[in-house]
């Protein structure tokens, strides 16, 4: 049995009504002999939309319903007990329904694209999909999202007008109807709707015979399409004239004009060139675009007659490079290369020597023949590191002017063994308190198979074969008997690998050392060099020193040893000073000489009071010795630090 008994609740939106504004009327059976209240709860609504009168159970709207926001609302219905404070029943929950009418017009959606660009000449038909949004539903004829399809009627011709505004009117079917509007702006955008034209019916040009500059020729066009568009921009073209593909014509991106060029040699040229657009041509006919291309107009075409000036041409060699191919040392007087040049405008040619870096070869003027005049060696710096030799001969006509063309021989030239074998470095040092051997090391000019790898001995000597033993194994020298500090020489031999011999020295600086190849002290003096060796050094360094009018004399034991030894180079110092001479730092002299970077004495003007300075630097040989040789004034007594 039913305790809860209600009316149906539904609204339409937006009541013209009195508010608030009864919608229907509670009851309960259990309420007849009991003091109660109704109680009212509206789900998500704002505050006072629905009350409920407390004891009568009649529910009001207090102001209009707006469907588009809200569609419906879930309201729960309490009854009360007042003496008791409880329920006197279950809740009852239902909804209630908000009724659309038609008061929302068509809205055109947010993204909606008000402004669009027409080619012209675009086909009639589809042209844009535009989409409209509606709130309302009225009897199922108005929608969410709906679209319409916009139609070109006409074709559009954009010299006619360039601009167009359209009013698009979106109604709905509502009673009464509601409708919006929006304006379309169309943008006619020109095609290639004219054919480009020569601005002339013929061309003639002149061309020198064998150049190329960048145009020959310019031909022009006239386009009534919109500039530096492709539907304005010319493509030429050759119909006849070019069937073996020799010439070429490019457009001028400026200024749209074709550009003849690379004209082959030949005395008259007749070409016919026609020209389109980048774009395919779209012509309408009675506002229908033309689809068969046979019904377009053809394009157009002009004739250019080229005349070819003769010029000088240059003589041809057969080859303009060639390769040949020669031992070294050969006997000068050999024929290496005889050119074959043609000449078609002069039979009279000479020839020239253009470059040979050696001077190793001589040119016949008349038949241009190289002929070696010396021997060529394969290890010369002008030789490439390919054993190639570059020689180029130039041949000359008697034109006016003449014309010259050039050819370049590549002499490949054969190795030979004419090098022997020679130490990479001459001298070594031997640390007696660190080993007993130092290896030895050797080079050879000559290629594979002239070179190494190179086997060693020692000289036929029978002191220095006890002192000293080859060890092939290591390529090293050992020492064999314990020899006081000192410097040596080991004169050695040295094969190739055809067995080639030479005869080299190695000079060996025995000494203790503080590190590998350092040693400890000054070097020691020379075993080898004697007093006599010494004297004739000297000697011969007063020829270089003095002209004929001054006396020099060797300094004297007593005063040599009152000075130290230097492993320095060439230096002076003035005689009274009797300074230790430090071979690490500048030391200042007024009068004398000094030494060059190549370690020989430069003279500087005695007598004149110059501050020089000079930089004793070490020495590079075995030791050096200090003299002085004194001139007549005593003021110019100078000390010489001779390197030996």
């Given at each position: ?49 629905f ?16 469907r ?27 909804d ?36 409209i ?8 004829n108005?929608c ?72 020959i020729?310019r ?10 568009t ?6 030429y ?40 657009n ?9 506002g ?10 053809p ?9 070819m ?5 240059p003589p ?47 040119v ?50 054969r ?9 990479l ?14 290896m ?14 190179f ?5 036929d ?62 070097k020691?003096?020379?075993t080898?060099?004697?007093i006599?060796?010494?004297?004739l ?17 060797h ?36 009068q ?6 190549d ?5 500087h003007?005695?007598?004149?009071k ?29 000390l ?5």
């Amino acid at each position: 049995k039913r305790r809860w008994v209600l009316s149906t609740i539904e609204l339409e939106e937006e009541m013209d009504v009195e508010y608030p504004y009864k919608i229907t009327t509670m009851y309960n059976d259990k309420t007849a002999k009991v003091e109660h209240h109704f109680m009212i709860s509206v789900l998500d609504a704002p505050e006072g939309l629905f009350t409920i009168n407390k004891t009568g159970g009649e529910v009001y709207v207090h102001r209009r319903l707006d469907r588009e926001k809200t569609p419906s609302y879930h309201i729960t219905f309490d009854v009360w007990d007042i003496g008791v404070a409880k329920k006197i029943d279950k809740e009852l929950s239902f909804d209630v329904d908000v009724k659309d009418i038609n008061d929302n017009a068509p809205m055109f959606i947010s993204q909606f694209q008000k402004s669009y660009d027409v080619k012209e000449n675009t086909k009639v038909g589809k042209f844009r999909n535009l989409q409209i949004s509606q709130n309302d539903v009225v009897f199922g004829n108005s929608c969410t999202l709906c679209s319409f399809l916009v139609k070109l009627k006409y074709v559009y011709i954009f010299q006619k007008a360039k601009h167009y505004s359209l009013v698009i009117i979106a109604s709905d079917l509502g009673k009464p109807p509601l409708s919006t509007s929006v304006t379309v702006e169309l943008n006619v955008i020109d095609s290639n709707s004219h054919r480009p034209k020569f601005k002339k019916r013929q061309y003639e040009a002149e061309a020198v015979e064998m150049q190329t500059p960048d145009d020959i020729l310019r031909v022009a066009v006239e386009d009534k399409d919109t500039p530096n568009t492709d539907g304005w921009r010319a493509k030429y073209s050759f119909i006849s004239g070019n069937e073996d593909g020799v010439y070429k014509i490019t457009t001028d991106p400026v200024t749209n004009e074709g550009i003849a060029k690379n004209f082959d040699i030949t005395t008259l040229v007749k070409l016919q060139i026609g020209v389109e657009n980048v774009e395919p041509l779209a012509i309408c006919k009675d506002g229908k675009l033309i689809k068969d291309l046979s019904s377009l107009p053809p394009k157009d075409s002009v004739n250019i007659t080229v005349k070819m000036i003769d010029t000088n041409d240059p003589p041809v060699f057969e080859r303009y490079t060639e390769e040949v191919y020669q031992t070294e040392e050969s006997e000068k007087g050999q024929v290496l290369y005889t050119p074959k040049v043609k000449d078609v405008d002069s039979v009279n040619i000479r020839y020239e020597l253009v470059e040979d870096p050696a001077n190793w070869v001589t040119v016949d003027e008349k038949t241009g023949i190289i002929t070696t005049i010396e021997k060529m060696d394969r290890e010369s710096p002008h030789v490439d590191v390919n054993s190639t030799y570059r020689i180029v001969i130039a041949a000359i006509d008697d034109g006016s002017p003449p014309a010259t063309s050039t050819c370049t021989v590549s002499v490949h030239l054969r190795d030979i063994n004419d090098n022997t074998p020679m130490l990479l470095n001459n001298s070594a040092i031997l640390c007696s308190n660190e080993a007993d051997k130092v290896m030895v090391r050797a080079k050879d000019a000559d290629l594979e198979p002239y070179s190494g790898p190179f086997s060693f001995s020692l000289a036929d000597d029978k002191t220095l074969k006890e002192r000293w033993k080859i060890e092939p194994e290591y390529v090293s020298i050992r020492l064999l008997t314990k020899l006081p500090n000192g410097n040596y020489s080991v004169p050695l031999v040295i094969q190739d690998k055809q067995n080639q011999p030479s005869k080299e020295t190695l000079s060996v600086v025995l000494c203790n050392c503080v590190k590998p190849g350092v040693c400890a002290g000054p070097k020691p003096l020379s075993t080898a060099i004697g007093i006599a060796a010494i004297g004739l050094i000297i000697a011969a360094l007063l020829v270089f020193l003095c002209d004929g009018s001054e006396a020099w004399r060797h300094a004297t034991n007593q005063e040599l040893s009152q000075l130290p030894r230097c492993p320095g180079g060439w230096g002076l110092i003035p005689l009274n000073s009797r300074q230790p001479i430090n071979c690490k730092k500048k030391t200042a002299i007024k009068q004398g000489f000094i030494h060059n970077s190549d370690r020989r004495p430069s003279q500087h003007l005695i007598g004149q009071k110059t501050s020089i300075s000079t930089q004793l630097d070490g020495c590079d040989y075995p030791h050096c010795v200090p003299y002085y040789l004194e001139q007549k004034s005593e003021k110019n007594a100078l000390l010489l630090i001779a390197l030996l």
